[in-house]
């Protein structure tokens, strides 16, 4: 039983292994996944905090969901209720959504976003936590209406994930900049920033505000995937934003 | 700088061996919390430390930041030996396949936010630089199933030897893992440099400023 099981998924990691893109690594995982029950799959790295929904938008790595659902999500900034995403953030392995010691979904907020996935055919998921080589955190969900996953299918799911995550990750990087083009104020910004202006000097430079200032160095920040403004400028300057 | 201490040159490596028993204690037992490899007087050392170890030290300012072990498949090692479970069929043996053991890197030697940690970087470029002169072209390790998208992203080719278990409350997978020449050049690309990764031994240079 279990050599059959781990044959089938290493079949599918060799697939997920020749994958070169998101397309191809979803055609690959589908019919293994449809054996589950899995209908959608969202693989995705979580924003920090006050995140643009443009920015938000380009952490996700590949997805196949309603149309309709990630409208919502993104319009709405669900990320940030989103119970699914907190219970990812505190685990370092796959857990069922209908596990019992999963917290309650505390607030309204929480049970809307989870009523609204419900309505719209993401009822039952599987999510795999996952954390990069530079620690940044993610996962990856598996849903379907009703999920047909046995204690042993955990394991197999969660090799799946990694793999479809990490050559993901991987096509994406060989694809080149995923990162979205900044604003001509954002790398104007930016570029003042590089050459050592203050945010007061850089303000008087672009004639706005050091709030208009801090807006756009955030924005960029954001785009670049940058954890401080050193990082920003170091990312801009490889990529040929600013010089 | 990493230094590959074996039976051939561990005399001149007491000390930071020393520090290395210790070191895996403070990381597996305290930190991670792998309760079955306690020992009282705080060194973390097995059956399998023994003369066909080969330990590789990571090292700072004379200080020990990081420590990994390799052991020879073509006797006993921990996956045939303490956890066969986890291999579908038997326990790879073979005189080109190592099993890479006991990797862990100092707090002192971390980096934060979302740069890659070099000490690991390092580690994994001076066991493909060791093991290819050497004929070794493949490692089998065990390892938390949230470790695996890290290997990967490093561009190892990790294949499970069996589906994941839980271990300890731990959900644990075995996996086996080949690199060649390109790997090498893999990892110097993310290293940002072509030379060697490995330290002469101790006791050369020693005898070379005398």
């Known amino acids: ?243 | 700088m990493i230094h590959v201490v074996t039976a051939a040159n561990a005399d001149a490596y007491a000390d930071l061996m020393e520090q290395a028993y210790r070191l895996r204690h403070r990381l597996f037992v305290e930190v991670l919390g792998w309760q079955a490899l306690a020992r009282p007087d705080g060194r973390e050392i097995d059956e399998f430390d023994d003369e066909h170890a080969v330990h590789l030290l990571a090292v700072q300012d004379e200080q020990l930041v990081g420590y990994s072990r390799l052991l020879p498949t073509t006797r006993p090692y921990v996956l045939s030996t303490h956890l066969p479970q986890l291999c579908e069929g038997p326990a790879p043996c073979a005189d080109h396949i190592v099993e890479w053991s006991r990797i862990g890197v100092s707090e002192t030697a971390r980096t934060s936010g979302r740069r890659l940690n070099p000490v690991a970087l390092d580690i994994l470029t001076a066991i493909v630089e060791w093991c290819l002169p050497r004929g070794i072209t493949h490692f089998v390790s065990e390892m938390p199933t949230s470790w695996l998208l890290r290997l990967l992203q490093l561009q190892v080719h990790a294949v499970p030897l069996g589906l994941p278990q839980v271990i300890d409350g731990e959900e644990v997978v075995a996996i086996e893992a080949g690199f060649d020449a390109r790997s090498l050049a893999r990892l110097q690309a993310k290293r940002g440099t072509t030379s060697t990764v490995l330290s002469d031994p101790i006791g050369q240079r020693r005898r070379l400023a005398s």
């Open chain 1, 1 to 243: 039983m279990s050599r059959k099981s781990l044959d089938l998924t290493l079949s599918l990691l060799k697939a997920i292994d020749r994958a070169g893109s998101a397309e191809k690594i979803l055609d690959a995982s589908r019919p293994y996944l449809q054996g589950f029950g899995i209908d959608h799959i969202i693989a995705s790295t979580i924003p920090a905090p006050g995140v643009s929904r443009s920015a938000q938008r380009n952490l996700v790595l590949f997805e196949s969901v309603p149309p309709d659902w990630k409208k919502i999500y993104f319009a709405r900034g669900y990320v940030y209720v989103d119970p699914i995403v907190r219970e990812t953030l505190n685990r370092s392995t796959g857990f069922r959504w209908s596990d019992p010691d999963l917290g309650r979904y505390d607030g309204e907020a929480s049970a809307q976003v989870m009523n609204q996935a419900s309505d719209l055919g993401l009822r039952d998921g599987f999510t795999v936590p996952m954390t990069t080589l530079e620690q940044e955190r993610g996962g990856i969900s598996f849903v379907g209406e009703r999920l047909e996953i046995a204690p042993v299918h955990r394991g197999m799911l969660t090799l799946v994930a990694s793999y479809m995550f990490g050559q993901a990750l991987m096509a994406q990087g060989s694809a080149g900049a995923r990162v979205r083009a900044l604003t001509p104020r954002e790398r104007e910004a930016l570029q003042w920033a590089a050459e050592g202006k203050t945010d007061w000097e850089i303000g008087e430079l672009m004639t706005i505000s050091e709030h208009g200032v801090d807006y756009h160095l955030r924005a960029a920040r954001a785009k670049l995937g940058a954890v401080s403004r050193a990082q920003a400028v170091a990312e801009a300057l490889r990529r040929g934003f600013i010089v």
